[in-house]
């Protein structure tokens, strides 16, 4: 079972039908036993970092999603999901994140190009990862974002796209990933994305 967290932001909906659609198991809850006793977990995300992460602290979420990376259950962060792992944003004013990867977020510098970055995108793959398996050397995915992380850690970043500049589109440490853009949107390609995260929460056989 995959755990998609409800913190009252984010097309979680969506979420649960493409990883059903994968073969998963997939339940939409806040409910901190669930997401302790599922094999992965998904945290999407659509709105501002800030009140995101209240929600989150307000749930009690921000403990349980710290205490299920550390015990290295699967985790998929999905567009402000993604951002959220990381340290610190700016948006608004600034907010701590989740700390799960290290680095920020900072609004796109676009040289000039509008703001939030909207559409397909080629997401070139920088190196191999068990969250792109058979994606080839690159592949197109639907963004919307106006920030993006800046990874301390530069062998974290798996895949960028350009944007008026290059950001990091997808990125994984140990069982800690993450998309900027929406794979529940992104057709044939997200679909494998969701699907290869599946596999990768399945148990091995004893």
């Not at 995915?141 to 796209?161: M, R, W």
Request: glycine share 14%; aromatic share 6%; net charge negative.
């Amino acid at each position: 079972m995959i755990a998609v967290v409800d913190y009252g932001m984010g097309n979680r909906r969506s979420v649960e039908k493409a990883l059903e659609h994968v073969g998963a198991a997939a339940v939409i809850t806040r409910d901190h036993d669930e997401i302790r006793s599922a094999a992965g977990v998904v945290l999407p995300g659509v709105g501002a970092f800030p009140r995101a992460m209240d929600n989150l602290r307000g749930l009690g979420l921000e403990q349980v999603l710290g205490e299920r990376a550390a015990a290295g259950v699967p985790l998929l962060g999905i567009c402000l999901g993604m951002q959220l792992l990381f340290d610190a944003s700016s948006e608004h004013g600034g907010a701590t994140g989740l700390g799960l990867l290290a680095g920020a977020v900072a609004y796109l510098d676009t040289a000039g190009r509008r703001l939030p970055h909207i559409g397909w995108n080629l997401v070139t793959l920088r190196r191999e990862s068990r969250l792109t398996a058979g994606l080839g050397t690159g592949a197109a995915f639907y963004h919307v974002h106006s920030l993006a992380c800046v990874p301390a850690e530069a062998d974290d970043v798996v895949g960028t796209a350009d944007y008026g500049t290059v950001f990091a589109s997808i990125v994984e440490r140990d069982n800690v990933f993450g998309a900027q853009f929406h794979p529940e949107k992104s057709s044939r390609d997200g679909l494998r994305l969701l699907e290869n995260f599946v596999g990768i929460c399945a148990p091995v056989p004893a």
